[in-house]
């Protein structure tokens, strides 16, 4: 059976959610499946998805985090979303400088 392309990323990004966060059971209701049917997908695309988060740094939770992985994770989230708002900050300030009022 040949496989749809875009059917394999939108698969591949809910295994990927499903991996960072490790809760199946939200990532399948927002993608409308069963938990079945998104570990299935997890047992085809798990190597290639962790692979891919290995090459962007992103790391796991496993299915039942500890608190010390769990504020591991805040403190990334929180390290990168820092960066976002300083980046965000940077644009808004260059946009001002190239159109001024």
Same mark, same amino acid.
């Given at each position: 059976?040949?496989?749809?392309?875009?059917?394999?990323?939108?698969?591949?990004?809910?295994?990927?959610?499903?991996?960072?966060?490790?809760?199946?059971?939200?990532?399948?209701?927002?993608?409308?499946?069963?938990?079945?049917?998104?570990?299935?997908?997890?047992?085809?695309?798990? @190597?290639?998805?962790?692979?891919? $988060?290995?090459?962007? %740094?992103?790391?796991? +939770?496993?299915?039942?985090?500890? &608190?010390?992985? *769990?504020? @591991?994770?805040?403190?990334?989230? $929180?390290?990168?979303? %820092?960066?976002?708002? +300083?980046?965000?900050?940077?644009? &808004?300030?260059? *946009?001002?400088?190239?159109?001024?009022?």
């Amino acid at each position: 059976m040949k496989k749809i392309e875009v059917i394999e990323d939108v698969k591949k990004k809910y295994v990927r959610m499903a991996l960072e966060t490790g809760n199946l059971s939200s990532i399948a209701r927002k993608a409308g499946i069963t938990r079945d049917t998104l570990r299935s997908w997890v047992k085809v695309y798990e @190597d290639e998805i962790r692979e891919v $988060m290995e090459q962007d %740094g992103t790391t796991t +939770l496993s299915e039942h985090p500890s &608190k010390d992985e *769990l504020m @591991d994770k805040y403190e990334v989230a $929180m390290k990168l979303l %820092g960066e976002k708002e +300083l980046e965000v900050a940077l644009l &808004k300030n260059l *946009l001002k400088k190239d159109n001024p009022r």
